[in-house]
Structure formats: structure tokens, C-alpha cells
């Protein structure tokens, strides 16, 4: 009986590292570029030492850290 746990941990053991790994393949390499519509846009924002700066063109009373995701070119949400 202990040997067919060991077994069971094991293989559950390897398909978790396989999954992890796997997960990490597709995070890194699966980037979804942004339309050339945003892309063109994004070109004319301004950026700060290579981040996207939108200000507001009056006093602003909030702010907003906006972190894009998605495996998206960050370029897809800077357009205004």
C-alpha cells in the first residue's frame, strides 16, 4: 500500500511541475500584440522612463496605477 502512495505522489508530483512549467512556456512566450490602430496611438503618449504617462490636462484630484495583463502589449491600453 505505501509503495502505490509513493507512486501517486510522485506522478501527481511531476504533473504539477509539467503544469507549472507549462504555465510559464505560455506566459512568456504567447504575447498578443496591440491593433496598429492602439499601437500608432500609443506612439504619440508620452512616457516616462519607458512607462505610459496619461495626465489629465487640469488639476487631477485622484490617481490610478493601471496594470495591463492579458499577455497584451501594454500599447493596447495607452491609446486615449
Do not use: H, K, Q
Amino acid at each position: 500500500m505505501r509503495r502505490v502512495f509513493e507512486i501517486v505522489a510522485i506522478a501527481l508530483g511531476g504533473a504539477v511541475v509539467l503544469a507549472m512549467l507549462g504555465f510559464y512556456g505560455w506566459t512568456r512566450f504567447s504575447r498578443y500584440p496591440a491593433f496598429d490602430y492602439a499601437a500608432s496611438l500609443a506612439g504619440e503618449v508620452e512616457t516616462v522612463e519607458g512607462w505610459y504617462a496619461l495626465e489629465p490636462e487640469g488639476e487631477p484630484v485622484a490617481g490610478l496605477v493601471f496594470y495591463p495583463g492579458g499577455l497584451v502589449d501594454p500599447a493596447a491600453d495607452a491609446a486615449p
